[in-house]
């Protein structure tokens, strides 16, 4: 390899270092190309993440507060049923009565990784380097997909953190 090829290699991984570490974690919102509502925003997608795998967004979480959650979710969809004294019951559906209670399109778990600043994220919620997300949307789903402001800050005020960017861990 000469000395050229080289050089240019070394600027290319460096360019790559420099906007791996300008990549931000923080949440913003732009108005919806797809709508003609101006009050419908829809989330920034971050740059492609270098390991190629998927971004998600949603909220660290532990299953407990989820289950928690699921509860008040049934009780607002069927204020006259009695909630099953099944604690499998509740584990199993959780994620579908947040998605009816809050309206979400999308509503469902994973693991991920950091990307940025952990300062936000319980530490009940880290296991081995991973978080279990509450995913609220990916970067692969279409944009009719996103959660609303609203629907992300009622979340927010529940769990007292905010919503985050993650790199998805796969499952092998």
């Given at each position: 390899?000469?000395?050229?090829?080289?050089?240019?290699?070394?600027?290319?991984?460096?360019r790559l270092?420099?906007?791996?570490?300008?990549?931000?974690?923080?949440?913003?919102?732009?108005?919806s190309r797809y709508s003609s509502d101006v009050s419908q925003y829809v989330l920034v997608r971050p740059p492609r993440a270098p390991c190629g795998n998927r971004q998600l967004f949603g909220f660290p979480i532990i299953k407990k507060e989820l289950w928690?959650?699921?509860?008040?979710?049934?009780?607002?969809?069927?204020?006259?049923?009695?909630?099953?004294?099944?604690?499998?019951?509740?584990?199993?559906n959780?994620?579908?009565?947040?998605?009816l209670y809050l309206r979400l399109r999308v509503c469902?778990?994973?693991?991920?990784?950091?990307?940025?600043?952990?300062?936000?994220?319980?530490?009940?919620?880290v296991s081995s380097g991973e978080v279990l997300v509450?995913?609220?949307?990916r970067d692969t789903e279409p944009e009719a997909n996103c959660p609303t402001p609203s629907q992300v800050h009622s979340l927010e005020n529940k769990l007292g953190?905010?919503?985050?960017?993650?790199v998805e861990v796969p499952q092998f």
């Open positions: 390899m000469s000395s050229t090829e080289n050089q240019l290699r070394e600027r290319s991984l460096r270092q420099i906007s791996e570490s300008q990549k931000s974690t923080e949440v913003q919102w732009m108005p928690n959650m699921g509860t008040i979710a049934f009780h607002h969809i069927q204020p006259d049923k009695t909630l099953p004294d099944n604690h499998s019951f509740l584990a199993m959780s994620l579908t009565f947040l998605e469902t778990m994973a693991r991920g990784k950091v990307v940025g600043d952990s300062k936000t994220i319980p530490s009940e919620c509450l995913v609220l949307w953190r905010p919503p985050g960017w993650w």
